[in-house]
Each structure stands twice: as structure tokens, then as C-alpha cells.
């Protein structure tokens, strides 16, 4: 995929890279992807099958955050967590 004339990953590509090396940080990042992003249970058909159990769990973490933080979506994407 090219964007701008720079050689990019798709999305699902990129989701997958970050599941799959099981690194904290690359988790949050997709919990961040699936919240800025508004993408639902749905996308994880659109992976590897082996990426789609850890997208769910990320989802799942992702809904857990917002029931217990729901200042989490009135906060501004730039702003630094409290």
C-alpha cells in the first residue's frame, strides 16, 4: 500500500505485527488502534487466524477500560493520561 508516495503496511498488517511479538507496550498500541479508530469485535475477521484470539482479548480489554474509565473517552487523544 502506498500513501503519499511512502510504502505503507494496511491496517490489518499492522495489527497483527503488533500482536504477535506479545510486548505489553505493542498491546496498549492496538487497545489505542481499536479506540481511535472505532473498530469493533468485527475486524478480527479480517486477520490472521492466528492474530484473532489476541485482537479479542485486546477488544476485550479496550471495553473492560471504558466501563470502569469512562472519563477515558472525554480525554482529548493528545492529552497524557492522569
Same mark, same amino acid.
Do not use: G
Given at each position: 500500500?502506498?500513501?503519499?508516495?511512502? *510504502?505503507?503496511?494496511?491496517?490489518?498488517?499492522?495489527?497483527?505485527?503488533?500482536?504477535?511479538?506479545?510486548?505489553?507496550?505493542?498491546?496498549?498500541?492496538?487497545?489505542?488502534?481499536?479506540?481511535?479508530?472505532?473498530?469493533?469485535?468485527?475486524?478480527?475477521?479480517?486477520?490472521?487466524?492466528?492474530?484473532? *484470539?489476541?485482537?479479542?482479548?485486546?477488544?476485550?480489554?479496550?471495553?473492560?477500560?471504558?466501563?470502569?474509565? *469512562?472519563?477515558?473517552?472525554?480525554?482529548? *487523544?493528545?492529552?497524557?493520561?492522569?
Amino acid at each position: 500500500m502506498i500513501i503519499n508516495d511512502i *510504502p505503507c503496511v494496511s491496517l490489518e498488517r499492522l495489527v497483527e505485527l503488533k500482536l504477535v511479538p506479545w510486548r505489553y507496550q505493542d498491546w496498549a498500541d492496538v487497545v489505542n488502534l481499536i479506540r481511535t479508530l472505532d473498530l469493533d469485535e468485527a475486524f478480527a475477521q479480517k486477520l490472521n487466524p492466528v492474530a484473532r *484470539p489476541f485482537y479479542v482479548q485486546c477488544y476485550d480489554q479496550m471495553v473492560e477500560e471504558d466501563h470502569y474509565n *469512562p472519563e477515558i473517552h472525554d480525554r482529548h *487523544p493528545d492529552e497524557p493520561e492522569a
